[in-house]
Protein backbone atom coordinates (compact mmCIF):
# COMPACT_ATOMS: atom_id res chain seq x y z
CA UNK A 1 0.00 0.00 0.00
CA UNK A 2 1.92 3.13 -1.09
CA UNK A 3 1.93 5.65 1.38
CA UNK A 4 -0.39 8.30 2.46
CA UNK A 5 0.02 11.76 2.69
CA UNK A 6 2.78 13.98 2.44
CA UNK A 7 4.06 16.12 4.97
CA UNK A 8 3.36 18.79 2.40
CA UNK A 9 -0.09 17.75 1.92
CA UNK A 10 -0.53 17.17 5.54
CA UNK A 11 0.08 20.67 6.92
CA UNK A 12 -1.75 22.17 3.73
CA UNK A 13 -4.86 19.97 4.87
CA UNK A 14 -4.36 20.65 8.68
CA UNK A 15 -4.21 24.68 7.82
CA UNK A 16 -6.60 25.04 4.88
CA UNK A 17 -8.93 22.06 5.06
CA UNK A 18 -8.65 21.21 1.34
CA UNK A 19 -6.29 19.35 -1.05
CA UNK A 20 -6.16 19.51 -4.60
CA UNK A 21 -3.90 16.72 -5.72
CA UNK A 22 -3.01 16.96 -9.82
CA UNK A 23 -2.97 14.54 -12.43
CA UNK A 24 -4.38 11.26 -10.87
CA UNK A 25 -6.20 10.47 -13.83
CA UNK A 26 -4.53 10.82 -17.02
CA UNK A 27 -6.32 13.33 -19.18
CA UNK A 28 -7.55 10.36 -21.64
CA UNK A 29 -9.31 8.89 -18.83
CA UNK A 30 -10.66 11.71 -17.24
CA UNK A 31 -11.99 12.71 -21.29
CA UNK A 32 -13.60 9.02 -21.47
CA UNK A 33 -15.73 9.05 -18.34
CA UNK A 34 -16.64 13.07 -19.41
CA UNK A 35 -17.75 11.10 -22.30
CA UNK A 36 -19.62 8.25 -20.30
CA UNK A 37 -21.55 10.79 -18.79
CA UNK A 38 -22.47 12.69 -21.60
CA UNK A 39 -23.74 8.86 -23.42
CA UNK A 40 -26.05 9.29 -20.50
CA UNK A 41 -27.92 12.47 -21.79
CA UNK A 42 -29.17 13.69 -18.37
CA UNK A 43 -31.99 16.39 -18.46
CA UNK A 44 -30.83 19.72 -18.84
CA UNK A 45 -28.85 21.08 -15.80
CA UNK A 46 -30.86 24.33 -15.01
CA UNK A 47 -30.61 27.06 -12.08
CA UNK A 48 -31.56 24.46 -9.40
CA UNK A 49 -29.14 22.55 -7.44
CA UNK A 50 -31.08 19.50 -7.68
CA UNK A 51 -31.19 19.89 -11.44
CA UNK A 52 -26.95 20.06 -11.28
CA UNK A 53 -26.67 17.02 -9.60
CA UNK A 54 -26.86 12.91 -10.60
CA UNK A 55 -27.14 10.37 -8.16
CA UNK A 56 -25.41 7.90 -7.51
CA UNK A 57 -26.39 5.34 -9.94
CA UNK A 58 -23.38 6.71 -11.90
CA UNK A 59 -21.18 3.70 -10.12
CA UNK A 60 -23.02 1.60 -12.20
CA UNK A 61 -22.62 3.52 -15.49
CA UNK A 62 -18.82 1.99 -15.77
CA UNK A 63 -15.99 0.56 -14.41
CA UNK A 64 -14.14 3.41 -14.34
CA UNK A 65 -16.06 5.56 -11.77
CA UNK A 66 -15.95 2.22 -9.37
CA UNK A 67 -11.73 2.28 -9.87
CA UNK A 68 -12.51 5.54 -8.31
CA UNK A 69 -14.17 4.66 -4.77
CA UNK A 70 -10.40 3.27 -3.75
CA UNK A 71 -7.97 4.91 -5.79
CA UNK A 72 -4.48 4.05 -5.17
CA UNK A 73 -3.57 7.63 -5.38
CA UNK A 74 -6.52 8.77 -2.98
CA UNK A 75 -7.14 5.69 -0.42
CA UNK A 76 -3.99 5.74 1.24
CA UNK A 77 -4.27 9.48 2.01
CA UNK A 78 -8.04 8.84 3.21
CA UNK A 79 -6.76 6.84 5.94
CA UNK A 80 -4.60 9.50 7.26
CA UNK A 81 -7.39 12.04 7.18
CA UNK A 82 -10.73 9.56 7.80
CA UNK A 83 -9.28 6.79 9.25
CA UNK A 84 -8.74 2.69 8.57
CA UNK A 85 -12.59 2.09 8.92
CA UNK A 86 -13.71 4.63 6.69
CA UNK A 87 -17.10 4.06 4.28
CA UNK A 88 -18.39 5.71 1.41
CA UNK A 89 -21.34 7.71 2.96
CA UNK A 90 -23.03 9.00 -0.04
CA UNK A 91 -21.61 9.87 -3.69
CA UNK A 92 -23.04 12.17 -6.23
CA UNK A 93 -22.41 14.11 -9.55
CA UNK A 94 -22.41 17.55 -10.81
CA UNK A 95 -23.52 18.99 -14.11
CA UNK A 96 -23.46 22.68 -14.46
CA UNK A 97 -24.36 24.95 -17.22
CA UNK A 98 -22.07 28.27 -17.85
CA UNK A 99 -23.63 30.85 -16.22
CA UNK A 100 -25.41 29.15 -13.71
CA UNK A 101 -24.58 29.31 -9.68
CA UNK A 102 -25.02 26.84 -7.36
CA UNK A 103 -24.80 26.18 -3.73
CA UNK A 104 -23.85 29.20 -0.86
CA UNK A 105 -21.74 28.78 1.95
CA UNK A 106 -22.40 26.36 4.17
CA UNK A 107 -20.12 24.05 6.62
CA UNK A 108 -17.74 25.83 9.34
CA UNK A 109 -15.66 24.76 12.42
CA UNK A 110 -18.63 26.06 14.65
CA UNK A 111 -21.36 25.44 15.57
CA UNK A 112 -19.98 22.13 15.84
CA UNK A 113 -21.36 19.35 14.35
CA UNK A 114 -20.66 15.96 14.97
CA UNK A 115 -21.12 14.86 11.37
CA UNK A 116 -19.04 17.05 10.20
CA UNK A 117 -15.79 17.48 11.93
CA UNK A 118 -12.23 18.55 12.08
CA UNK A 119 -10.29 17.50 14.64
CA UNK A 120 -6.33 17.55 15.90
CA UNK A 121 -5.64 15.20 18.34
CA UNK A 122 -2.35 13.39 19.52
CA UNK A 123 -0.27 13.74 16.24
CA UNK A 124 -3.65 12.50 14.19
CA UNK A 125 -6.08 14.47 11.82
CA UNK A 126 -10.05 13.22 12.96
CA UNK A 127 -12.25 14.38 9.97
CA UNK A 128 -15.84 13.79 10.25
CA UNK A 129 -17.70 13.95 6.75
CA UNK A 130 -15.09 13.95 3.75
CA UNK A 131 -15.28 14.78 -0.04
CA UNK A 132 -13.18 13.52 -2.94
CA UNK A 133 -14.07 15.42 -6.13
CA UNK A 134 -13.04 14.14 -9.63
CA UNK A 135 -12.46 17.05 -12.10
CA UNK A 136 -13.60 15.58 -15.67
CA UNK A 137 -13.22 18.59 -16.97
CA UNK A 138 -11.03 21.54 -16.55
CA UNK A 139 -12.29 23.99 -13.56
CA UNK A 140 -9.58 26.36 -13.87
CA UNK A 141 -8.58 30.50 -12.57
CA UNK A 142 -11.91 31.85 -13.07
CA UNK A 143 -14.46 29.45 -13.62
CA UNK A 144 -15.97 28.99 -10.58
CA UNK A 145 -16.94 25.53 -9.08
CA UNK A 146 -15.62 24.49 -5.51
CA UNK A 147 -14.85 27.74 -3.56
CA UNK A 148 -14.19 28.15 0.10
CA UNK A 149 -12.51 30.10 3.25
CA UNK A 150 -9.52 28.57 4.11
CA UNK A 151 -9.11 27.55 7.44
CA UNK A 152 -12.57 28.00 8.36
CA UNK A 153 -12.56 24.00 9.39
CA UNK A 154 -10.45 25.59 12.52
CA UNK A 155 -12.66 28.39 13.36
CA UNK A 156 -14.02 29.35 16.67
CA UNK A 157 -16.74 31.73 15.63
CA UNK A 158 -19.69 30.99 13.92
CA UNK A 159 -19.94 32.45 10.31
CA UNK A 160 -20.99 35.82 10.53
CA UNK A 161 -23.62 37.00 7.46
CA UNK A 162 -22.71 38.73 4.60
CA UNK A 163 -19.35 38.00 4.05
CA UNK A 164 -17.10 39.60 1.51
CA UNK A 165 -17.19 37.85 -1.51
CA UNK A 166 -13.04 38.41 -1.41
CA UNK A 167 -12.87 35.96 1.59
CA UNK A 168 -13.85 33.04 -0.46
CA UNK A 169 -11.02 31.73 -2.62
CA UNK A 170 -11.61 29.74 -5.76
CA UNK A 171 -10.07 26.03 -5.66
CA UNK A 172 -8.88 25.57 -9.29
CA UNK A 173 -9.41 21.96 -9.94
CA UNK A 174 -8.15 20.57 -13.95
CA UNK A 175 -9.44 17.34 -15.63
CA UNK A 176 -8.34 14.43 -13.95
CA UNK A 177 -7.26 16.45 -10.43
CA UNK A 178 -8.59 15.20 -7.07
CA UNK A 179 -9.94 17.67 -4.41
CA UNK A 180 -9.95 16.53 -0.68
CA UNK A 181 -12.04 18.55 1.56
CA UNK A 182 -13.64 18.49 4.97
CA UNK A 183 -16.76 19.07 5.35
CA UNK A 184 -16.28 21.04 8.49
CA UNK A 185 -14.67 23.36 5.85
CA UNK A 186 -16.92 26.79 4.67
CA UNK A 187 -17.59 25.86 1.49
CA UNK A 188 -19.72 26.70 -1.46
CA UNK A 189 -20.11 26.39 -5.12
CA UNK A 190 -18.97 29.70 -7.26
CA UNK A 191 -21.13 30.74 -10.12
CA UNK A 192 -19.92 28.47 -13.20
CA UNK A 193 -18.36 30.81 -15.71
CA UNK A 194 -16.81 28.37 -17.89
CA UNK A 195 -18.10 28.21 -21.85
CA UNK A 196 -18.10 24.51 -21.03
CA UNK A 197 -20.40 22.23 -18.46
CA UNK A 198 -18.84 21.58 -15.42
CA UNK A 199 -18.48 17.88 -14.72
CA UNK A 200 -17.24 16.48 -11.40
CA UNK A 201 -18.21 13.07 -9.14
CA UNK A 202 -17.84 13.63 -5.45
CA UNK A 203 -17.58 10.66 -3.16
CA UNK A 204 -18.46 11.28 0.06
CA UNK A 205 -16.46 9.56 3.20
CA UNK A 206 -16.95 9.16 6.74
CA UNK A 207 -15.05 7.27 9.89
CA UNK A 208 -16.78 4.19 9.96
CA UNK A 209 -19.18 5.00 13.05
CA UNK A 210 -20.60 7.91 11.45
CA UNK A 211 -23.82 7.93 9.29
CA UNK A 212 -24.12 11.20 7.80
CA UNK A 213 -26.98 10.06 4.44
CA UNK A 214 -29.34 7.31 5.65
CA UNK A 215 -27.83 3.35 4.96
CA UNK A 216 -28.67 1.77 2.19
CA UNK A 217 -27.33 -1.45 1.26
CA UNK A 218 -25.91 -0.97 -2.00
CA UNK A 219 -28.20 -2.63 -5.00
CA UNK A 220 -27.38 -6.40 -5.98
CA UNK A 221 -26.28 -5.32 -9.77
CA UNK A 222 -23.18 -2.84 -7.44
CA UNK A 223 -22.07 -5.11 -5.02
CA UNK A 224 -21.65 -7.83 -7.50
CA UNK A 225 -19.55 -5.77 -9.36
CA UNK A 226 -17.16 -4.74 -6.47
CA UNK A 227 -13.89 -5.88 -5.52
CA UNK A 228 -13.79 -6.67 -1.62
CA UNK A 229 -11.86 -3.76 -0.65
CA UNK A 230 -14.18 -1.68 -2.57
CA UNK A 231 -17.50 -3.36 -0.62
CA UNK A 232 -16.08 -3.07 2.67
CA UNK A 233 -16.46 0.88 2.00
CA UNK A 234 -19.86 0.07 1.86
CA UNK A 235 -20.68 -1.30 5.04
CA UNK A 236 -23.16 -0.03 7.72
CA UNK A 237 -22.03 2.92 9.80
CA UNK A 238 -21.48 0.85 13.46
CA UNK A 239 -18.46 0.62 15.80
CA UNK A 240 -18.85 -3.04 15.92
CA UNK A 241 -18.67 -5.10 14.22
CA UNK A 242 -16.70 -2.91 11.15
CA UNK A 243 -13.77 -4.41 9.28
CA UNK A 244 -11.06 -1.65 8.16
CA UNK A 245 -11.07 -1.12 4.54
O1 LIG B 1 -17.83 21.41 -5.55
C1 LIG B 1 -18.81 22.04 -5.22
O2 LIG B 1 -19.50 22.69 -6.02
C2 LIG B 1 -19.22 22.08 -3.75
C3 LIG B 1 -20.09 20.92 -3.39
C4 LIG B 1 -20.54 21.01 -1.96
O3 LIG B 1 -20.82 22.05 -1.45
C5 LIG B 1 -20.62 19.85 -1.13
O4 LIG B 1 -20.41 18.76 -1.63
O5 LIG B 1 -20.87 19.97 0.08
Redesign the pocket.
Known amino acids: MPAGLTAHERYFFDVNGYLVIDGVLAPDEASRLNDVVTARRLPPAGDSVASQRFDADFLLWDQGFRDLLDHPAVLPRLRDLVGDYLRLDHAYG ?1 VMAPGTS ?2 GL ?2 GGTPWDPSQYYVHRGGHMYNGLT ?1 V ?1 WALVDAGAGHG ?3 CIPGSHRAAEALPDGVPAEWVKEVPVPAGAV ?1 IFT ?1 ALT ?4 PWRAPHERR ?1 V ?1 Y ?1 YAPGHLGWGPYRDPPHRLSRVLTATQRRLFQPPAVAPHDPV
Not at 187 to 190: E, G, K, M, Y
Open positions: IGLHGTTGFGLEHCTLALK
